[in-house]
């Protein structure tokens, strides 16, 4: 017998925006948790076109079905179709669509369709969704406005916390810690706020840089607070493995670097993948067990909020086509699929086409780069024989990841977290580091001149200074070699800067120490993460070659790269400070490079008249 097909549509005018609205109603893994959807499991391998085999049970009946990838356009439109294996449904599809109003509102219509599968789906269907889950979608949808309205973080959507028996004052206890350790008052009281009131999946991942960003506070203070919680037991980290492609964590969670190996897989787009750190690592917290003990199981795996670089995911038919209006940020993008090879680039700019055709073929992409509008109608056409997933995804990685790059360069981390090192033998790519390598001009003299106890002291406390200067320009001391130190930083003009202090210290000290000269040299380039005597140390030509550049300096000055003095940011801060800086060109050849000549510059104080 044949039953017939239940249809619900659900209607709110809401008072946010789609594009306000999406990160809430898009994120379906909180939408069914909160809706009281039963938690998830994968049952088999990915299939082609990423579609899953998933199922889950609740007291009464066992579900399993296959799901399709969910259809979207941001911010305007989801989608999904489920073909159910067991249980009394058959085939479910649902719907979200939001329009914006002229009142800066949206009109937001939720539809779901099911069929029946026996009789049990025909009685069960009008109770469970028409009725049961209809109270509980519209809850969640204003509930959702509500949070979008606001910017709440955390979301705690009245679910009660379950902090551990003595959570409270051990919370008091870390907290006091916390403070006497540096950290803004302010700051600490959020994160404890957090932690106490915060939902299961918020605090499953916490991501330092969104909560900065949130919280309207300098990143790397949230960051650094962040390590500071983890070492006085209020939270614990996390290194996740990320795929270049869907950027999903595609391994398991990593509690220590030693665990992190530089060959992943991820099951999502069936392909292995070298892991760096500039990209591939992130790192993120989650309390303490000790604190509270979160439960975040799944509840839905492949919702937009997944990926959210993704603007638009669609399953065409072969030989079909469909129009969608997405709107687009300003960058770089490209449409691709999960089965033909290459894709097409696409750059969205003010000035760029308002409308525009895709055509996925078995012959490949365009070679030229697109040039789109923020707002554009797009026609998708798949003109292969087999069924396509396009997607168009942004280019640009999030920059609210704290990398395992950056993360590794701070000297808070390092000084907290001293024993965090890669696995022996392991080598793993970092990207571009700016080094720092420099050393002391006169010490063997004198050593000589006020005997070795002192001088030690001396050295000593120059190591302070750099140590003091290096963190406050962002980057991390490595290593010190006699009385040499090597440091590295994200960003050249970090670098510069952090030397330059420095320096500028030892040179003139408080009254009753020994002025000291320093030379210094700094270089660009990618690097390679080691471990080295059970530490995290780094790796490559370009250690090698700022190691031989330092010989150059005469001491109170800074030898630079080619690749250092071509950085932006270094042209910017050496324009504004021509006033008391010179820049003089030097051409050298350095040891184990004698066959070529380099470009050096060297930059000092210029010398009062």
């Not at 899953?52 to 066992?62: G, H, I, Q, V, Y």
């Not at 009109?107 to 789906?121: H, I, K």
């Not at 510069?496 to 420095?502: G, P, Q, S, T, V």
């Amino acid at each position: 017998m044949t039953y017939p097909e239940f249809h619900y549509r659900w209607e709110l005018q809401l008072q946010s925006s789609p594009q306000d609205l999406w990160p809430y109603v898009a994120d379906t893994n909180r939408f069914n948790r909160d809706t009281q959807v039963p938690a998830v499991q994968e049952i088999g391998p990915v299939q082609t076109n990423a579609r899953r085999l998933l199922r889950f049970s609740n007291r009464l009946l066992s579900f399993a079905w296959e799901e399709d990838p969910f259809d979207w356009t941001y911010p305007y439109r989801f989608g999904v179709v489920r073909r159910y294996q067991t249980g009394p449904i058959a085939q479910m599809r649902a719907l979200l669509e939001m329009t914006p109003q002229s009142d800066g509102g949206t009109q937001l219509v939720y539809q779901v369709w099911a069929q029946p599968r026996n009789f049990w789906g025909w009685i069960g269907i009008p109770l469970a969704i028409g009725r049961v889950s209809a109270r509980r979608f519209q809850a969640a949808f204003k509930r959702y406005d509500e949070v979008a309205q606001s910017g709440a973080v955390p979301i705690t959507l009245r679910h009660a916390s379950h902090l551990t028996p003595g959570a409270k004052r051990r919370l008091e206890v870390i907290r006091q810690r916390l403070v006497q350790d540096g950290a803004d008052p302010a700051l600490v009281d959020r994160l404890v706020h957090l932690v106490q009131e915060a939902d299961d999946l918020t605090l499953a991942r916490i991501r330092p840089y969104h909560l900065a960003d949130r919280w309207d506070a300098p990143r790397r203070d949230v960051l650094e607070l962040a390590l500071l919680a983890t070492r006085a037991g209020l939270l614990d980290f996390q290194w996740e493995i990320l795929c270049p492609l869907c950027r999903g964590a595609s391994d398991r969670v990593h509690h220590t670097l030693t665990d992190v190996t530089s060959a992943a897989h991820c099951q999502t787009c069936n392909i292995d993948f070298h892991v760096n750190f500039d990209r591939s690592v992130e790192l993120t917290f989650a309390p303490n067990p000790a604190v509270r003990a979160i439960k975040a199981p799944d509840f839905c795996v492949a919702g937009p909020q997944v990926t959210p670089h993704i603007a638009v995911q669609q399953l065409l038919p072969p030989h079909t086509q469909r129009q969608i209006t997405p709107i687009l940020e300003a960058g770089r993008y490209r449409l691709r699929t999960m089965t033909l090879p290459g894709g097409q680039h696409v750059r969205v700019t003010a000035v760029g086409q308002s409308q525009a055709y895709f055509h996925a073929t078995n012959d490949g992409w365009p070679p030229q780069e697109l040039e789109l509008a923020p707002v554009p109608s797009l026609q998708l056409v798949n003109d292969t024989d087999e069924e396509q997933l396009l997607i168009l995804e942004r280019m640009v990685w999030s920059d609210q990841a704290a990398t395992a790059a950056e993360v590794t360069t701070l000297q808070r981390f390092r000084d907290l977290f001293a024993d965090e090192a890669l696995r022996p033998g392991e080598q793993i790519s970092v990207g571009s580091l700016t080094i720092l390598f420099t050393d002391l001009v006169d010490s063997t003299q004198m050593y000589r001149e006020i005997g070795d106890a002192t001088a030690f002291g001396v050295v000593m406390n120059h190591f302070d200074v750099l140590r003091e200067a290096i963190d406050a320009e962002g980057g991390a001391l490595v290593k010190t070699i006699g009385d040499a130190v090597m440091a590295v930083f994200r960003r050249p003009v970090s670098a510069l800067k952090a030397i330059l202090r420095a320096q500028a210290v030892l040179a003139k000290p408080t009254p009753g120490q020994r002025p000291l000269r320093l030379r210094a040299a700094l270089h660009y380039g990618p690097s390679i993460a080691v471990s080295l005597n059970e530490q995290l140390d780094y790796f490559g030509s370009t250690i090698n070659m700022a190691a031989r550049l330092e010989k150059f300096s005469l001491g109170g000055d800074v030898v630079l790269s080619d690749a250092i003095c071509n950085d932006p940011e270094i042209a910017e801060f050496l324009t504004e400070q021509q006033a008391q800086l010179q820049v003089e060109p030097l051409s050298e050849t350095l040891k184990g490079y004698d066959q070529e000549c380099f470009s050096l510059w060297r930059v000092g104080k210029k010398i009062e008249d």
